[in-house]
């Protein structure tokens, strides 16, 4: 019965030593990010998501089938099976990149951009073959 107490008050010590990594220090940080994604998601929704992106002659465009102003864009190609192939973009609304630039593989893909000083943001897929 020693024992057993004595095991019990030595969990006891070592669970409350350790830190979990279930909290987050910047959890409420966090969660505004999360809140202000997740409007900038339905705005890009509502709007019917105007922002494709075309693959032509080794380029890859940003097309907006929209009358949005888009001011500002930020692209960011997080690549699944590479994290060496991510890639982080801002560019001018309308342009083109060489296809070139990203390596082979599939890519998870946000593209963020402001009109009238609102943030949307659509994600989207892209494979490069």
Do not use: W
């Not at 994290?83 to 990203?102: N, R, W």
Request: glycine share 4%.
């Amino acid at each position: 019965m020693i024992a057993f107490v004595i095991f019990i008050g030595y969990m006891v010590v070592v669970i409350t030593n350790e830190s979990s990594e279930l909290i987050a220090e910047d959890y409420y940080e966090q969660e505004q990010t999360l809140d202000a994604d997740m409007e900038a998601q339905q705005r890009a929704q509502t709007a019917q998501l105007p922002l494709k992106l075309k693959e032509k002659n080794g380029l890859l465009s940003f097309v907006n089938d929209s009358d949005l102003k888009i001011e500002k864009l930020h692209v960011s190609f997080m690549c699944y099976n590479d994290k060496k192939g991510d890639l982080e973009l801002d560019i001018k609304p309308y342009a083109s990149f060489p296809v070139a630039q990203l390596r082979k593989g599939s890519y998870a893909v946000e593209m963020r951009y402001q009109v009238k000083g609102k943030t949307y943001l659509q994600q989207t897929s892209f494979l490069r073959k």
